[in-house]
């Protein structure tokens, strides 16, 4: 009976075959399994980013995950007991190699004849191989032989096996599924990264509103002093200038009156040249009248009267006269 053996755990040496009812697939549980696990995605911006500047026209792909397994296989050769001289448990193996070796031949003499029947189940070689023969995988037979003339009938049964073998057609089939959860970590990350961001740039803008308000306190502070300044320097200008129209004011009232008084002293002055004049005119006529009476004096002594109205109207404009120099005086 065929036995599966766990290289890596050699105590698990009887190892069972489950297929899935659904897809078809072969596993084999509680074997020891090694994942090498890549998002598609991840391999795709290795490959964009080896190609340069051109990964900016890609459009991005989905996170999707290739399941994949590698199968290799010695089929060894097709034992000969009485070449080999097996005994005991070398015999054992040798007769489960032989029908594991015949049930896989079996199987691609099917496929080969597109018989509507293969045989994967009669040996777990032949049901570990199925994606490897007419299944959905990429498979490659290395069929080594030797010139002996000795092994003559295994170098041609050999031959008449790959020949066989490479009349199967595999219909290869990417096994790709949506990563959900790949596409949830990176949406994570890149939102992390976008908070983050927001973060920096909201601390940032904070900054610069902060130094533009410091600025605008600065300059605010510095117009004030400025507007503070020249308003002192504008109060002391009209100070100084109220100053000066008052001393000009007062300097034009002393002006004024002093064109005042000089008007009035030429007005007095003029009243007084009048009056001479006027007196002058009267002391001449008088002179005159003084003379006729001298000389009418013989005629009578009325004329007498009316010289003497004469000397006191005379000595009335002298006293007038005086008293208009006094006054000239103390002007």
């Known amino acids: 009976m065929e036995t599966l053996q766990d290289l890596l755990n050699p105590a698990n ?7 899935d009812p659904r897809t078809g697939d072969v596993s084999m549980p509680g074997a020891t399994l090694v994942h090498i696990k890549r998002s598609v995605m991840e391999c795709e911006d290795i490959v964009s980013s080896q190609n340069g500047d051109a990964s900016h026209l890609t459009k991005p792909s989905k996170p999707l995950v290739r399941k994949s397994k590698l199968v290799v296989v010695d089929l060894a050769g ?3 007991v009485h070449k080999s001289g097996s005994e005991g448990h070398m015999l054992e193996e040798a007769k489960s190699i032989n029908l594991s070796l015949s049930s896989l031949g079996k199987c691609i003499n099917a496929l080969a004849e597109n018989n509507a029947h293969v045989p994967f189940r009669d040996s777990k070689l032949t049901r570990m191989l199925r994606d490897s023969f007419g299944g959905t995988a990429r498979t490659s037979l290395i069929v080594t032989i030797g010139p002996s003339p000795r092994h003559r009938g295994e170098t041609s049964s050999t031959i008449l096996f790959g020949q066989r073998a490479m009349k199967v057609e595999n219909m290869l089939k990417i096994k790709e599924e949506f990563d959900y959860k790949s596409l949830s970590r990176k949406l ?3 939102l992390d990264k976008l908070i983050a961001e927001n973060e920096r740039q909201q601390k940032a803008f904070e900054d610069e509103v902060e130094k533009i308000n ?3 306190q600065c300059r605010i502070a510095e117009v004030e002093r400025n507007f503070a300044d020249a308003l002192e320097h504008q109060v002391a200008l009209a ?5 000066i129209c008052l001393s000009r004011l007062s300097l034009a009232d002393c002006m004024l009156k002093q064109m005042l008084d000089m008007k009035e002293r030429l007005k007095c002055q003029m009243e007084y040249m009048e ?3 006027e007196l002058e005119q009267k002391l001449v006529l008088n002179q005159e009248s003084h003379d006729h009476n001298n000389f009418v004096a013989d005629h009578g002594e009325g004329l007498a009267l009316s010289s003497a109205d004469e000397v006191a109207e005379v000595k009335m404009l002298l006293e007038l006269k005086s008293s208009a120099e006094r006054q000239l ?3």
Do not use: G, T
């Open 214 to 216: 410091l600025e605008a």
């Open 13 to 19: 040496d009887n190892i069972p075959i489950v297929e």
């Open 275 to 277: 009056l001479v004049k």
């Open 239 to 243: 100070i100084k200038w109220s100053f």
């Open 78 to 80: 097709s034992e000969r």
């Open 188 to 190: 994570e990350v890149q």
């Open 329 to 331: 005086k103390k002007r």
